[in-house]
């Protein structure tokens, strides 16, 4: 029996076994590739309106200071790429962060248009890929306290959802007046203490001590406005990146 395993591993290695060693393997590409023009070099394709945008922020996260767009179909409108152009500048979180400006040439072809993107940068901006990532306002408000420990000029951070302005612009002043309010010294209420009767030669009739009154409450020390300033990207009634410059910028 023993003599029989080597020919039928042999066998089995020569026929039916052998599909088990065959492996079919695909290319996996990535999403971003299929927004390339395969009939232009370094050009993007763009169908319709979402195109246009999501190719706008791919050369927006790739830092680009230049970029064509070859634009099929509805996406060939010259409104429809100052619509996209005026989206991912102003109402994305990436590009109303990163952007200065974005301006567009147009050419209206034959069958597409072609785009000519150039986008400027703003200075001194940080990765959002690598930004601190906060779960809601009070990760803000606690991230905020240790830059102002460590005395940081500012502080930028990322939500990790849309959140409304009003509840970030309300935790950054909630921050301030706490720490006004912690610096700000003992103020005493008691009553001051009554004068003693000054002696006199002549006998004194006996009087009742002067009936000291209670002094008015303190006036609660007055707190100046936050002098921090929150910039919020993009700037609407949700955003999802905070930036605060503890030390005002000067002129």
Known sequence: MKKCLPVLLISLLLTGCGALLERSYSVVEPYSDRYWDSTAEDTLRAENRQDLVNSLLM?????????????????????????????????????????DSLTFDYENGAGYSSVTCRMAYR??????AAMMTLSDSQSLVDLLRLAVREEHEKQTARFSYNTPRAEVTGAVESLWRELQEDAAPPVSTMSPL???????EEPAEEKEPPVTEDTEPAMAREIPPCPWEIRLYPDAAVTEIVEVLLVPEMG
Request: proline share 6%; charged share 30%.
């Open 123 to 128: 200075e001194d901006t940080e990765d959002p």
């Open 194 to 200: 009554p004068e003693e009767p000054v002696e006199t």
């Open 59 to 99: 050369l927006v996260d790739e830092r680009a200071e230049e970029g064509t767009i070859r634009c099929y179909g509805a996406a060939s409108s010259y409104l429809q790429v100052q619509s996209a152009c005026r989206e991912v500048s102003e109402e994305t979180a990436v590009g109303s962060y990163l952007l």
